[in-house]
């Protein structure tokens, strides 16, 4: 069952990220492919994370499609303007990939080309706008095209930014704008999460939580400190720090955040960061 | 010098929609040379929005709206007559207009358009900067310009980087434009502006200096002095 089907039936829907190599041996990105294929309904490529130059998404997409895994094309505006976007989204048809997260994406100075020129020509409304207007069989420009696409259109939400509010009417725009599903930015506190969900759910659309394994306390820190609308409580740092094994202590808090916010909404995304071969492990102890 | 060119009468009207009463803001500068905001412009709006149905509760013609200090200095002897108004027009560059919005404790209207004119530009007010974009997108932003706020220039609406009301690039000396705007609409209980607005494809092609301005401008004359 595709993610779409899976969501429209009201079927709790997990999905995976994938971060394509650096480089050209996707030895890695195969073997986590294979791990994945069957545990969950699609496996999201990131699209140059965190501004840092690698393999592309649209390659790596097509990829997980031949090997029979259902992919979501994740896609930036930071690098193409335009005519390039909505090119690489037919080109992302014609290959049978029709699931797509919109993303404005990080700034480049963010990454390993901080010089590079941002462009930013769309941002993630405007790109839900612009995949809609090619399934009207109109560009942006309002020219025809010859046949049209069809997609199933996702987009970012950060539940646990603060305030939240400015996040739910961007969230709200882009529902308007054409997004299907959300995929969320990480969230460790299921109380806020609760809060996000009680005022999201009236757009309608489907959320799946988003999880970020944990691998060390001070990786909790870390992110505390740079990472906006990310907040890992002192609990959870505690736990962390004390555990022995780090690895299974971030697979078991993993599991458990999913396991508590499975019923406020419609799925879960794992960001494994590193950690994707860990991702079957996660949902055997969250019984997914 | 920095040029404007007012914005299509309908498109004003219908910033003004649901309000009744405007007060309206011009400059003695580079408005007046370009006939966007000088008093008879001032005037002659005016009498239009008035045609309309709209009561005009004053007007002030600042020199310069560019400047700050002195936009409080010639407002505030005009603080009822913008108390009694539902909202500012301002027939200025977005300088103006952002200068306005930052001072008053009221929604701001831009009237005009900021054309961007090759390299030729005013003297910058700090954070009141306009990126000449030639599609002044004031209104829907409480008169803080997306385009100069934030860093990637979004015009839809915040991204998910901002920590603390600081942008992700530069959390140190930047604030979040939108988490600016976000504040400056919820004061102004204008919130819906920024939640109901279509979505926002910019047309960056009228940021190229417009072919009627280019044989005014230092452009041109470049390339005159290039054949002598």
């Not at chain 1, 041996?25 to 994370?49: P, S, W, Y």
């Not at chain 1, 508590?260 to 492990?281: R, Y």
């Not at chain 2, 004053?58 to 913008?82: M, N, Q, W």
């Not at chain 2, 930052?102 to 990126?131: D, F, I, M, Q, Y």
Request: aromatic share 6%.
């Amino acid at each position: 069952m595709s993610l779409s089907e899976k969501l429209k039936n009201g079927k709790f829907a997990v999905t995976a990220e994938i971060g394509p190599a650096k480089g050209v041996d996707i030895h890695e990105f195969m073997e986590n492919a294979e791990l994945l294929k069957g545990r969950v309904a699609a496996v999201n490529c990131t699209d140059q994370q965190s501004a840092v130059m690698r393999l592309g998404s649209l390659a790596a997409c097509y990829l997980l499609k031949k090997k029979g895994v259902e992919p979501v094309f994740q896609m930036t505006c930071r690098d193409r303007n335009r005519i390039a976007l909505q090119s690489d989204l037919l080109s992302a048809y014609v290959m049978g990939i029709e699931n797509v997260l919109c993303l404005t994406g990080d700034y480049v100075t963010l990454g390993d080309h901080p010089d590079a020129k941002p462009v930013f020509d769309l941002d993630s409304v405007s790109l839900l706008y612009a995949a809609r207007q090619l399934e009207q069989g109109k560009d942006l420009a309002s020219k025809e095209l010859k046949g049209t696409p069809k997609f199933f259109l996702g987009a970012c939400v950060t539940p646990g930014a603060d305030p939240v509010e400015p996040q739910l009417i961007k969230m709200e725009r882009k529902v308007r704008a054409g997004a299907q599903f959300f995929q969320t930015q990480a969230i460790y506190e299921p109380k806020t999460f609760e809060a996000f969900m009680k005022e999201a759910k009236k757009f309608g659309v489907p959320v799946l939580v988003g999880i970020v394994v944990l691998r060390s306390a001070a990786m909790a820190k870390f992110m505390n400190k740079n990472v906006a609308g990310v907040h890992v409580p002192d609990e959870l740092i505690a736990e962390m720090d004390q555990a022995e094994n780090k690895l299974q202590k971030g697979i078991e808090i993993a599991a458990r955040l999913i396991t508590e916010m499975k019923d406020m909404c419609q799925g879960t995304h794992i960001m494994a960061i590193g950690l994707e071969s860990k991702v079957p492990a996660i949902l055997d102890a969250a019984r997914l | 010098m920095i040029i404007s060119e007012l914005k299509p009468f309908p498109e004003i009207l219908g910033y003004l929609d649901g309000e009744k009463k405007v007060f309206l803001v011009g400059c003695k500068g580079c408005a007046e040379v370009c006939h966007t905001g000088d008093e008879l412009q001032v005037l002659d709006m005016k009498q239009k929005l008035e045609q309309e149905g709209k009561t005009i509760t004053g007007y002030c013609v600042v020199d310069f709206l560019c400047d700050k200090a002195l936009v409080k200095t010639r407002l505030s002897p005009h603080e009822p007559e913008i108390d009694a108004a539902d909202s500012l027009l301002v027939m200025t560059c977005g300088i103006g207009v952002q200068a306005t919005a930052a001072v008053v404790n009221k929604l701001v209207h831009p009237a005009a358009n900021t054309l961007n004119v090759g390299g030729v530009s005013g003297t910058w007010r700090g954070s009141e900067r306009c990126r000449e974009c030639g599609d002044c997108v004031l209104d829907l932003t409480g008169g803080i310009c997306p385009l100069t706020a934030c860093t990637k220039w979004l015009i839809n609406g915040p991204c998910g980087g901002a920590k603390n009301g600081k942008c992700e690039v530069e959390p140190d000396v930047r604030d979040c434009g939108w988490h600016l705007i976000y504040e400056r609409l919820k004061k102004l209980g204008q919130l819906d502006r920024m939640r109901t607005t279509m979505p926002i494809v910019k047309n960056y092609g009228k940021m190229q200096p417009p072919k009627h301005l280019r044989s005014t401008i230092m452009w041109a004359l470049e390339q005159q002095e290039t054949k002598v």
